[in-house]
């Protein structure tokens, strides 16, 4: 037991080393860089993205690809949209205060160029492989874009690994955790429905995940967000004022208050661009593997799809459970994680109901990020061992979902947190070196396409 307990110290140690202050200034700085580069595209531009992504949404193309854009949007967000939302944004305003959902916007608005990048290069790197289906991502856009395929193996090996971990049995443990908390549903039981669940989707492979998605992510966004925004229309006396917090508090350190305490301003900046990242992933280079598979003929038209991926998951999830944490005044009652963002809403529904929208949203979101992951991993895999390796993937995958709703996490979620960020430095060298490519293949589109056909 020393011995574990002393091994899960040590990777605490490595965690906060690789996701430390250089691994958030070089995400961050990214964004702030490619933003610069392509003139602000994620803003001038967005209003047209989502119309393209949410609206347009053509269902049967003959464009090369194995998904439509809102099915390659879907997986993404499926992935993304996870615990991050329920108790990442909890952690990050029980610690750093209101101003920290200041800073995860910032995080969010230059995110969306980096995740506008990544799908850039996802889809012209992009390959089909012997089964006929497209494979793309960083591991492919290094190797191919910049010839080193020795940084290429270092991203997939690193995905691999965090798909087994943040992307599988760290879902299914928080999904059962869920569940047994409010509805009393045995570990084992939830483990063995998530197997069937999740085995009956990813043998189809991303066509039949695309699918399932594409009909499981917005209902489920729109249930959780249903959940906040009818507690947000009982309070809304106090948004404005919780608006005001948000922006005092991002500049000004947050006075000890309750259970709350206090924070300096760049406590508050930490916790914000770090959650921020961990929710949108935007930079760690996995969503660009889902875009890969998109049908399109020009990159440029999925990456604009691509970028409201992290608009949709920082700029209105995370700031609706933000927003329902400030204005029922739990934001500052000592507690953290899932457990503030459940208690929050039970206080602003009134009832137990509250208590049910965030165990239901938390097990949607998380098996949801199961799917999402699946594929990222099978993807890092077959880069690494070809299409050989695929099957027997799925098959394990599947079992270890299992496993992951009735066994203690500690060490695989520290193990699944240090390999997920280890993801986002050979990423972020590709989106560096690669910056001329994603502004050539800009110009090119909007130069040749009229603007028109997407902001009308």
Not at 112 to 141: F, Q
Not at 240 to 263: C, Q, S, V
Request: with cysteine.
């Amino acid at each position: 037991m020393e011995f574990l307990s002393g091994f899960d110290e040590l990777l605490q140690i490595i965690s906060g080393m690789v996701w430390g202050l250089p691994l958030i200034i070089m995400l961050v700085g990214t964004g702030v860089w490619l933003t610069f580069r392509l003139r602000g595209l994620q803003f001038t531009k967005l209003w047209g993205a989502l119309y393209l992504a949410l609206i347009k949404r053509k269902e049967d193309s003959d464009e090369p690809g194995d998904i439509t854009h809102f099915q390659a949007l879907m997986t993404a967000l499926s992935a993304t949209v996870g615990t991050g939302n329920i108790a990442g944004v909890a952690t990050a305003i029980a610690v750093g205060g209101p101003g920290a959902l200041f800073w995860m916007w910032v995080t969010g608005l230059f995110g969306m160029a980096t995740k506008y990048a990544e799908a850039v290069l996802a889809v012209k790197y992009r390959i089909k492989d012997e089964n006929g289906n497209m494979s793309g991502g960083p591991m492919y856009y290094i190797s191919r874009g910049l010839g080193w395929k020795w940084l290429g193996v270092l991203f997939a090996i690193f995905a691999s690994v965090a798909a087994f971990g943040i992307g599988n049995m760290v879902q299914s443990n928080s999904v059962a955790d869920a569940l047994e908390s409010s509805f009393n549903i045995p570990f084992w039981f939830t483990g063995i429905v998530l197997m069937a669940a999740t085995a009956v989707v990813i043998i189809g492979g991303i066509k039949s995940i695309g699918k399932v998605t594409g009909l499981l992510v917005p209902i489920m966004i729109v249930f959780y967000m249903g959940g906040a925004l009818y507690i947000l229309l009982l309070k809304i006396e106090a948004i404005p004022d919780a608006i005001m917090m948000i922006f005092k508090y991002a500049f000004t350190p947050a006075a000890e208050m309750g259970g709350f305490m206090g924070a300096t301003v760049m406590l508050t900046i930490q916790r914000g661009v770090a959650r921020g990242v961990f929710s949108n992933e935007s930079g760690l280079g996995s969503s660009p593997i889902a875009a890969a598979a998109a049908q399109t003929k020009h990159p440029v038209s999925q990456a604009l799809v691509s970028m409201t991926q992290t608009f949709i998951d920082t700029l209105v999830v995370c700031t609706l459970t933000g927003l329902v944490l400030i204005v029922t005044g739990q934001w500052n009652s000592g507690l953290t994680g899932a457990e503030l963002t459940s208690t929050a809403f039970t206080s602003g529904t009134g009832s137990v109901f509250g208590q049910y929208i965030v165990s239901i949203g938390l097990a949607l979101f998380a098996y949801s990020t199961i799917l999402g992951w699946s594929y990222y991993g099978e993807k890092s895999i077959e880069f690494l061992m070809g299409e050989k390796a695929i099957k027997p993937y799925r098959y394990v995958f599947t079992l270890f979902v299992g496993v992951g709703a009735v066994v203690e996490l500690d060490v695989v979620w520290a193990i699944a947190d240090i390999f997920n960020g280890l993801m986002a430095f050979p990423n972020l060298l590709g989106l560096l070196a690669l910056t001329p490519i994603i502004v050539s293949e800009t110009h090119n589109y909007f130069k040749l396409k009229n603007v028109n056909d997407i902001n009308s």
